[in-house]
């Protein structure tokens, strides 16, 4: 994907803001789409060469005069923390906003909306694309209910489309690999009740969700975004630990479930992930090691019910 004029909508969120400096290298036009509450996140996205809009997807009118002759859309707008305590803001960011997207960018070759693996309900080996999604909490609910917006819309008005299913990105900022590291430095016992997860380093992650233009369709493609392997939690702590000099403490009783996804078609289609979950967590615990960053977006891995 060089080349191309490209909205981000959801730029300054916790993957878009990576999103859209990957795009902007790769010499795409990139545009913006976000509120912009934080001082300085303007700023910052208009120095990598970012065209910003500040708009507030949750007002029905929000798109309203944002050009809409864009070659690609990427959906990475959403709320999930926080969910519960208002559900009305939670269906209008996570159900709505995907409906009005897809309405006003329904010209472009192709949308690529980031849902989530939690769609799925648990399970011991993971489930694939052509599983049932039955949603175990609010927050899941909205996020299929969005899914259900994109295949609406691009049924209607022909726009190709594919629906990413993302489990579990991670890099030194953030994800289940760097929020256990930080548990480990602060002392604090590993939950082993999820004892389970699949990851993908975060460069891996913004390549396929990128490459995944290519197999846009309608109605849309779905794929599971995530590491090829179902990865142990315990083993993850203790490799984390040797190389922290740290020895980690644990708690909790194992489940036989967690949320897991197979993503067989990813790689067949876009390939496989290029860094090994060993290289990963090196650079994760050198960074948590060194304070490079704050607890900026705890992943809550460990919740198994509620957001």
Known sequence: MKGQRIMVVGATGKIGKHLVRRLVEAGNEVHGIARFGTPGQREALEELGVKTHRVDLAA???????????????????????SESDPEYTVEMNVRVPGRVMEHFAAVKGVLYASSGNVYPDSVEGLSEQDMPLPPSFYAMTRLGGEWMVQ???????????????????HEEFGVPTDIARQIRDGEPID???????VIWLDDLLDMMIASGEVCSSPPRILNLTGLEKV????????????MGIEPQ??????????????????????????????GLRRVAKSVMAGEF??????KWERRTGF
Do not use: C, W
Request: aromatic content about 12%; proline content about 5%; charged content about 25%.
């Open 232 to 243: 142990s939690v315990r083993a993850i702590a203790e490799r984390l630990g040797e190389l």
């Open 152 to 170: 609406y819309f691009s049924r209607k008005n022909g726009t190709p489309a594919v629906i990413q299913r993302i489990f579990y990105g991670y």
């Open 192 to 198: 082993l009740t999820t004892s389970y997860v699949n």
């Open 60 to 82: 029905v009118e929000a798109l309203e005069g944002t050009p809409a002759d864009f070659d690609y859309v990427f959906l990475e707008a959403g709320l999930k923390f926080g």
């Open 250 to 279: 644990f708690t909790g009783e194992p489940q036989e479930t967690a949320l897991l996804g197979k993503a067989d078609e990813m790689a067949r289609l876009l390939g496989k992930p290029k860094t090994s979950l060993d290289e």
């Open 294 to 299: 704050a607890l900026d977006h705890p992943t």
